[in-house]
């Protein structure tokens, strides 16, 4: 299981959290990864950047996350993890 805790912190919100809440959303549900992907709110880390939300994936903490860059993000990171955890 992949546990990823997307920034709901002011300076998170102003950068897109909620719409980077929703591809999250997206993505799992259009993957069937309800089961594997654990979506949830965190408050502020400290690590508020210039740009984009900052995103935790099973405690490793990743800032600068858009839309822009989400696909990208996705695949690296999250489908990265879940083969991780499969021991692809
Ligand atoms: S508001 Fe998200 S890390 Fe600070």
Not at 35 to 50: A, H, P
Request: proline share 2%; with cysteine; glycine share 10%.
């Amino acid at each position: 299981m992949v546990m990823v805790q997307i920034c709901v912190g002011s300076s998170c919100h102003l950068k897109g959290s909620p719409e980077v809440v929703r591809l999250f959303e997206r993505y799992v549900s259009e993957n069937g990864l309800d089961d594997e992907v654990i979506l949830s709110g965190s408050f502020c880390s400290g690590k508020c950047n210039r740009s984009g939300v900052t995103v935790t994936v099973n405690d490793k903490v990743h800032t600068g996350v858009t839309p822009a860059n989400f696909k990208d993000f996705w695949n690296t990171e999250i489908i990265a993890a879940l083969r991780a955890e499969k021991g692809d």
